[in-house]
């Protein structure tokens, strides 16, 4: 059974520090970029973060550029996002993806992060 369970939200004030982490079992972890995507409420969504398979390459929303990291443990099969200096703004469902080629293949569900400001 394929598993991306997506976790380490909840509820911090702005400028606040939190990490997410998802973990990933049932396929080739290395063999993915992962991607994380939030999706705030009435809104598009959107992806926040990206690392290639090896964790050398990552890609940012501009939104979120000098303040999230995004870094995987592929001994562990997980993937984590460091978001510092967090924003009202950045208040959303937050899920990752495992990409190959062009194509998602596993979605995980998501894990809530709300910034009061």
């Known amino acids: 059974q394929v598993l991306l369970v997506a976790s380490g939200g909840g509820l911090v004030q702005a400028g606040d520090s939190l990490t997410l982490s998802c973990a990933a079992s049932g396929f080739t972890f290395s063999n993915y970029i992962i991607h994380w995507f939030r999706q705030a409420p009435r809104k598009e969504r959107e992806r926040v973060a990206g690392?290639?398979?090896?964790?050398?390459?990552?890609d940012y929303a501009a939104s979120v550029k000098g303040r999230f990291t995004i870094s995987r443990d592929n001994a562990k099969n997980t993937v984590y996002l460091q978001m510092n200096s967090l924003k009202p703004e950045d208040t959303a469902t937050y899920s990752c993806a495992a990409r190959s080629g062009e194509q998602y293949h596993y979605w995980g569900q998501g894990t809530r992060v709300t910034v009061s400001s």
């Open positions: 690392i290639s398979e090896s964790g050398r390459n990552t």
